[in-house]
């Protein structure tokens, strides 16, 4: 008759089983080809608060001017926190896949600011999510006191308008919803700033807010001028004359839609969010660009944006469109880290291939780690 196991041993089973059990629910958050659909299976830690200085004037006493009310009396809090002109309003999508680079975000701006309390958040999210009050919750649950809404997004809107590009994840009907903000928001909501889920801001994001767009410009972005221009629209593109003459007499640079400030005003009354359309309806017939939601923007505004200095968006740190390879910050000062390309800092921080700036994303992350005794 064989000999009983030992104890030790049979703890030692139990704990290789308990780990091995983590490991398969570990595998089990993945990215889904379809960010709508994706259950939210990570957990966050509640972020400190953090307090307006002396100086940061009342979001909740001012309003703007043209916010119609039929009974004055019911207007609430909420409302004039929505509307307020003293408000610095930040715009970003929200979904489970880029989840934790959200969490992120929000975090650094609320850290580096110097009213927290004075930022409101607009997230937009896909109107066909299943999990949408868990978004609502995520948020809430780790940022009790900011001030944000949720609005959602019919992904039918513009997926009859997509085109394949050189990556999958560029192809999510969310990622146009940038096109769409003037729609979206509140007629109140003026002047918006845009922030991609996958950076973090080190700087105080009233700056970037304060950027001044002159007499006619809709929106501001670094510019980077000696990128090769040509690169973002096909050979078809560039051989037609009657396409190709679109830049004539502006002096058209690349610049990178993740960091945006947009005058809601000016593009409502400039109907831009048509003007992207039809140049996406242009692309279904004829392929004149490869990458996603930027190449419209590119065609609509390119040589008629106002500038902003290179510091408010050390963008590509996630590599290219195909391998995310490291890359090093460009030459100058930092405001704010954005690691646009196929590389995410969380993914390659939790398969142990990080690279050296993911470091600087670190700090900004929520994530729980596997069995938290956090409540």
Not at 8 to 21: D, E, T
Not at 52 to 74: A, Q
Not at 76 to 105: F, K, P, Q, W
Request: glycine residues 4%; negative net charge.
């Amino acid at each position: 008759m064989p000999r009983p196991l030992p104890k030790i041993f049979l703890v030692l089973s139990l704990y290789i089983l308990i780990l091995a059990a983590a490991a398969a629910a570990a595998a089990t958050i993945v990215v889904s080809a379809d960010p709508a659909t994706t259950p939210i299976s990570q957990q966050f830690k509640e972020a400190p608060k953090f307090y307006n200085s002396l100086k940061c004037p009342s979001i909740t006493e001012n309003r703007n001017s043209d916010v119609e009310h039929e009974n004055e009396n019911e207007e609430n809090d909420d409302d004039r926190v929505l509307c307020s002109e003293n408000a610095v309003h930040v715009a970003m999508t929200l979904d489970a896949a880029y989840i934790r680079g959200s969490m992120a975000a929000v975090l650094s701006v609320l850290q580096h600011t110097s009213c927290p309390q004075n930022t409101v958040f607009h997230f937009v999210a896909s109107a066909t999510a299943s999990n949408a009050s868990l978004l609502r919750a995520t948020i809430a649950g780790s940022f009790p006191y900011l001030n944000f809404e949720i609005y959602p997004f019919q992904d039918s809107a513009v997926a009859g308008l997509i085109s394949t590009s050189i990556r999958s994840a560029l192809d999510c009907p969310l990622n146009y919803a940038r096109s769409y903000l003037a729609d979206l928001l509140p007629p109140c909501v003026k002047k918006v700033v845009y922030l991609d889920s996958d950076l973090v801001l080190v700087d105080d994001i009233a700056k970037l807010a304060a950027t001044p767009l002159g007499d006619s410009s809709v929106l501001a972005a670094p510019e980077y001028c000696n990128a090769n221009f040509t690169f973002y629209f096909t050979p078809s593109f560039w051989s037609n004359p009657s396409l190709s003459l679109t830049f004539a007499n502006r002096k058209a640079c690349y610049f990178n839609t993740g960091v945006m400030v947009i005058d809601l005003e000016r593009w409502r009354d400039g109907d831009y969010t048509t003007k992207i359309e039809e140049w996406m309806e242009l692309q279904k017939r004829m392929r004149i660009y490869e990458l996603g939601s930027l190449p419209p923007f590119l065609l609509v505004f390119a040589g008629n944006i106002a500038p902003v200095d290179h510091r408010w968006n050390q963008h590509g740190l996630g590599g290219d469109n195909y391998r995310g390879l490291c890359r090093d910050l460009h030459p100058g000062p930092v405001s704010l880290l954005h690691w646009s390309g196929k590389g995410k800092p969380w993914a390659r921080l939790d398969a142990s291939r990080p690279c050296p700036l993911d470091a600087l994303w670190a700090p900004y992350d929520l994530l729980k780690p596997p069995f938290s005794f956090d409540s």
